[in-house]
């Protein structure tokens, strides 16, 4: 069969894949099915007695898993400050999550983009490509995810207009100013979620003398975390939490106050406003100027800390907003990128 048939009936037959391997959480988007995977970026692997490594579990399980294993157990995070440390560990995670997405039915291995951080060197970018292959996907391309970022947010980032977007994830915040298909200028602060949870546990040591895990940190984030004063109606101001006093050893359960996490995460809330300040500081005029007119747009799950949104606008004098659905817009972004040749075209790497 000559090669472009072939290529022609395989891309009829196999599922594209978009997919944002996250450090806090891995996404997959299928074509015309839309977000059908989400999964805590977490492998947990068991220590044969003869000195292999065996999978246990992979995302929500794995997450479970965290914080109670035995010495012979360990939850491996492949990705950290978005960006993949551990590509044997990131391989199984990327086979398992396909075939997941992929389903029984489906023979021919799929089509992926994948999003990398800007600034990714090209060794870099060719394991990342080698780590997809022998995951199984047949064709790789590669994407920004800042760019991904704002075509998920819905930007139309191939035109010669400049868009500036914030992604806040687990491990990073990226500001870039994207335009014409490409990123124009990009500042990454190491600094995200994972971090706002570490100030928390930081904070209820030194303060409440509670030694705290990090999912009641996160959880604490989410349901009481804030940039700024003030609560919507019907909000918690305090809720209860349980961790162990330092002093006496024990489990104790203290209550936590809105005010007490917002003062725990004010020194974060403070980086991410200088990084944005930064940027505007160093963004070309004629992009500044289109900057001015169209405002900021914010993603990645930790954009939605409550008035981070308003804290960043105070700061800059600019409108700032959400994306809808702000955690997956990097992921449907490269997925709307692999529907649409051309702007998979002016994107890819
Ligand atoms: N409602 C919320 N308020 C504040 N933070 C939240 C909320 N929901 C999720 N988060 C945080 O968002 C972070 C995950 O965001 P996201 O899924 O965008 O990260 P990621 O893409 O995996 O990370 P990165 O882009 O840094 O590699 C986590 O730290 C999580 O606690
Ligand atoms: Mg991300």
């Known amino acids: 069969m000559p090669r472009r048939l072939l290529s022609g009936v395989l891309g009829a037959l196999s599922q594209d894949m978009a997919i944002d391997l996250g450090s806090a959480t891995t996404r997959v988007h299928v074509r015309k099915r839309g977000v059908i995977c989400r999964q805590p970026s977490l492998v947990a692997l068991y220590q044969e007695p003869r000195g292999d490594k065996r999978v246990l579990a992979i995302g929500d399980e794995a997450r479970a898993m965290l914080g109670r294993t035995p010495p012979d157990v360990e939850v491996v995070r492949p990705v950290a400050e978005g960006v993949i440390r551990d590509f044997e560990v990131a391989e199984v995670l990327l086979r398992l999550v396909m075939h997941e997405c992929m389903g029984p039915s489906h023979v021919v291995s799929p089509r992926c983009v994948l999003t990398i951080p800007h600034g990714t060197t090209e060794v870099e970018k060719r394991a990342v490509r080698e780590c997809a292959e022998a995951a199984g996907a047949r064709e790789v391309h590669l994407v920004e995810e800042v760019l991904a970022a704002a075509i998920g947010a819905g930007l139309d980032v191939t035109e010669p207009h400049g868009n500036m977007v914030v992604d806040i994830g687990g491990g990073t915040t990226e500001v870039a100013v994207v335009s014409m298909g490409g990123v124009v200028y990009s500042r990454s602060l190491k600094v995200g979620g994972q971090e706002m949870d570490d100030a928390i546990v930081r904070y209820m040591q030194d303060t409440r003398g509670l030694h705290i895990g990090p999912m009641t940190a996160e959880d ?130």
């Open 220 to 349: 604490l984030k989410i349901q009481l975390g804030s940039a700024v004063p003030g609560r919507l109606r019907g909000e918690p101001s305090s809720v209860e939490v349980r961790g162990r006093d330092l002093v006496t050893g024990f489990p104790r359960a203290v209550k936590v106050h809105a005010d007490e996490v917002r003062s725990a995460l004010s020194g974060i809330v403070h980086l991410i406003v200088e990084t944005l300040l930064a940027s505007l500081d160093k963004t070309p005029p004629e992009l500044a100027a289109d900057i001015v007119d169209k405002g900021v747009v914010m993603t990645g799950g930790a954009a939605q800390l409550r008035g981070l949104d308003r804290a960043l606008g105070e700061a800059t004098g600019l409108p700032v907003i959400v994306a809808d659905d702000p955690a997956a817009a990097v992921v449907q972004g490269a997925g709307q990128a692999l529907e649409h040749v051309e702007v998979l075209q002016a994107v890819a790497l």
